[in-house]
């Protein structure tokens, strides 16, 4: 219960309108305490001006490119009645398919890209409700050492996705629950739960040959669960890349919420490598620290150049944002302004004003205001992902043609 049980009704509903909550970021995941009735969530589009969008003239375009043909090259094979998605917010594929041939004759270059941009959509600020600000963090492309075979210091398995696992989109069945998903097994006819984290550790799926790889550390495969897909630096001297293949159903928990309600790590030292740092530590209760997230992520390799996000498409760092698919639809352009920095203390926070395109999603990214910047590979990646957690704004590029019809569907 929270401290909102012994509020009579009247004021819950004032708590839950004035939105009373704390949070902070866990490598893409969120902890957080909060009343227990909150207004809902609810998605405004304020249409503006390039003028008006703080750092909009000093991106470096040529940099978004790469992102923008991948997406455009996906939308491209799509019928041209497909909706892209978040309610049908941009429109169908017949709306993007000009302007994605177009993009793809695009030179490189910084200024005829943001002619293009400019001349052909139209910028919407992204509100919740009338709240311009939202929780923005990192993720990265995460970094083990395996082995193709079960032994010595390998003993951690890397699950591939089991084929009694089902996944279902509820928003194909009715349009209040587009966004939502759940994942079972069927036993008798009815959908039920798929095993738990702790009961796969216990050894659930064992003797299935369900095996991918096998890892050195129970640690460094819970972070890559979070982070959905990592490279593994293979013992016979090669890699393997893996990525998201399916999750069990069961909700996420950010382990960082227990780590500060049991005093482990104080709240203002809370992030990523907080967490492992002290998992490593302490060997003996790490293993039901980790339980507590139920979540279990099950993996398939990958022969592609970088890891793949929910719209099919390669990732590209600091260019891809993964959103709540609920709200957004995906192979948009977005505009983000927010803060980065390390958990260096020294390190400052600085600005991050670039546009991206919504190209993934994630267990914990929730609300439309949201969001998780991929931050690539590498030790510089890691720091970085760790150590982001600020508030921002965002904004979403709509082509011209579905902003009229916005206007049209909604006159002022």
């Known amino acids: 219960m929270s401290a909102w049980g012994n509020i ?19 490598a893409g995941g969120i902890w957080y305490w909060q009343s227990d009735v909150k207004m809902d969530d609810n998605l405004i589009l304020e249409q503006t001006s390039y003028s008006d969008i703080p750092g909009w003239s000093g991106d470096d375009l040529a940099e978004f490119l790469p992102a923008l043909l991948k997406s455009c090259t996906k939308i491209l094979t799509l019928p041209e009645t497909r909706s ?5 917010l941009a429109g169908t594929a017949a709306d993007w398919h000009a302007l994605c041939q177009m993009a793809l004759t695009l030179p490189p270059q910084s200024d005829v890209l943001r002619s293009f941009v400019e001349d052909n959509f139209t910028p919407f600020q992204v509100l919740n409700n009338g709240t311009e600000t939202g929780l923005f963090t990192g993720y990265y492309e995460a970094s083990l050492k395996g082995s193709r075979t079960q032994q010595d210091l390998y003993t951690t398995p890397l699950y591939l996705r089991p084929p009694e696992l089902v996944m279902v989109d509820l928003g194909r069945f009715r349009d209040d629950l587009k966004g939502q998903r759940i994942a079972g097994q069927v036993k008798g006819g009815d959908l039920m739960p798929f095993a738990h984290r702790t009961e796969i550790d216990k050894g659930a799926l064992e003797n299935r040959e369900l095996e991918l ?33 399916g999750q069990n159903g069961h909700p996420y928990f950010a382990i960082g919420k227990a ?3 049991r005093a482990y790590i104080p709240r203002e030292k809370m992030s990523m490598q907080a967490i492992r740092s002290w998992l490593e ?6 293993t039901e620290i980790m339980q507590m997230n139920a979540s ?18 390669e990732l590209t760092p600091e260019r891809s944002l993964a959103v709540d698919r609920k709200w957004f639809p995906l192979g948009v352009p977005v505009f983000l302004e927010t803060e980065v920095s390390t958990t260096d203390e020294a390190d400052l926070p600085r600005p ?28 510089h990646a890691y720091e970085m992902s760790g150590g982001m957690k600020s508030d921002g704004k965002l904004w979403i590029f709509l082509p011209n043609a579905v902003a009229e019809k916005r206007k049209t ?4």
């Not at 009579?8 to 949070?23: D, N, Q, R």
């Not at 530590?281 to 790490?286: I, L």
């Not at 099950?298 to 996000?309: A, Q, V």
């Open 8 to 26: 009579s009704p009247i004021w819950k509903k004032i708590g839950g309108a004035l939105g009373i909550v704390v949070i902070a970021s866990i």
């Open 84 to 88: 892209l998605g978040g309610n049908n």
């Open 213 to 245: 790889v096998w890892v050195d550390s129970d640690i460094d495969a819970f972070f890559l669960q979070i982070q959905g897909s990592g490279i593994v630096q293979l013992d016979d001297g090669t890699e393997l890349r893996v990525g998201y293949a």
């Open 259 to 261: 780590l500060i309600e």
């Open 281 to 286: 530590d302490n060997p003996h209760e790490a």
């Open 296 to 313: 279990y992520v099950f993996f398939r390799e990958l022969n592609t150049g970088g890891p793949i996000g929910a719209q099919g498409v």
């Open 352 to 379: 991050f004003r670039k546009l991206m395109m919504a190209q993934d999603t994630g267990g914990a990214i929730r609300g439309p205001v949201r969001g998780d910047v991929f931050w690539g590979y590498g030790d």
């Open 409 to 412: 569907a909604n006159p002022a």
